[in-house]
């Protein structure tokens, strides 16, 4: 009885227990599943964290380029810099020297206004006592420095460059050869003459025509006439060496006798 019982039972428990096990293989399949998918979202979520590892390193590396480029930019104006404060230091020192300078400039112009009219009043007497070659323009440029003097409107600066001018006008007579043209007296008449000037040695002259030769005597301060057949040819070359129609030589022509200076 009961044997026939199980019998009859049997298939249903067969049944069940197909079915159970059915539903494990389907749990486990899905177990399975979810792992697969969970590997594959860990490894996207690794991608994902690799690039961003990736994008940060590349940004710390343009960061540090970044860094390098503005040092050596830092380091360039920290040289201009150095050298733009030394320049300025310069300027300050040129401008404290100026500013000196203003100060004293009103010193300055009361002691250089009496010491250019001494030079002037020393050139004046050295002309009329020197030899008297073209006596009248340099008078006049002495006249010119005096008028001058007198005006506002040049500079002290000016005054003085045109007096030391006048000096080295002066000073060039000394060592150059020079004919010109002009009217002197002689024996009560009044000839017109070339003058030959040898620095300031020797100032001679020669009437048109070559009829009268001459020169001046330093120590008798007064003109002299010289024998033609001594001088007038050699007065007559001299004049025409002085006007570049020949070439340089050697000539004669008075000079006066050195004197001994009395101590």
């Known amino acids: 009885m009961n044997k026939a019982r199980l019998q009859r ?6 049944l069940v227990t197909a079915a159970m096990a059915g539903l494990s293989g389907a749990a486990g399949a899905a177990t399975i599943q979810e792992i697969i998918d969970a590997g594959e979202a860990r490894t996207a979520a690794a991608q994902a964290d690799q690039r961003r590892i990736e994008q940060v390193a590349n940004q710390i590396d343009q ?7 503005e040092a050596k930019v830092v380091d360039g104006l920290k040289v201009y810099n150095s050298l733009l404060q030394r320049q300025i230091d310069n300027q300050e020192a040129e401008m404290g020297a100026i500013t000196d300078s203003i100060q004293n400039v009103e010193l300055i112009e009361r002691q250089i206004v009496p010491l250019m009219t001494r030079m002037l009043d020393s050139l004046e007497a050295f002309i009329e006592l020197d030899t008297p070659f073209l006596l ?12 001058m003097m007198d005006r506002s ?7 003085l460059r045109q007096i030391l001018e006048g ?3 002066e000073n ?4 150059t050869i020079e004919a010109y043209k002009g009217s002197l007296e002689v024996e009560g008449r009044s000839l017109e003459v070339d003058f ?5 040695v020797s100032l001679t002259y020669q009437s048109v025509g070559g009829g009268t030769t001459g020169a001046w005597d ?3 301060k007064q003109w002299v006439t010289l024998p033609p057949e001594t001088y007038k040819t050699q007065i007559a070359e001299g004049l025409r060496v002085a006007r570049k129609q020949i070439a340089p030589d050697l000539i004669v022509a008075p000079v006066a006798a050195p004197t001994e200076v009395s101590q």
């Not at 039972?9 to 067969?14: F, I």
């Not at 960061?63 to 480029?69: E, F, G, L, M, R």
């Not at 060039?172 to 060592?175: A, H, Q, V």
């Open 196 to 200: 030959l000037r040898i620095g300031r």
């Open 9 to 14: 039972a049997l298939p249903g428990a067969v």
């Open 136 to 147: 009248q323009e340099r008078r006049d440029r002495i006249g010119r420095l005096r008028s």
């Open 153 to 159: 409107d040049v500079s002290p600066s000016e005054k």
């Open 172 to 175: 060039d007579y000394g060592r």
């Open 218 to 220: 330093h120590q008798a």
């Open 63 to 69: 960061i540090v380029i970044d860094y390098q480029t």
């Open 167 to 169: 000096y080295s006008i």
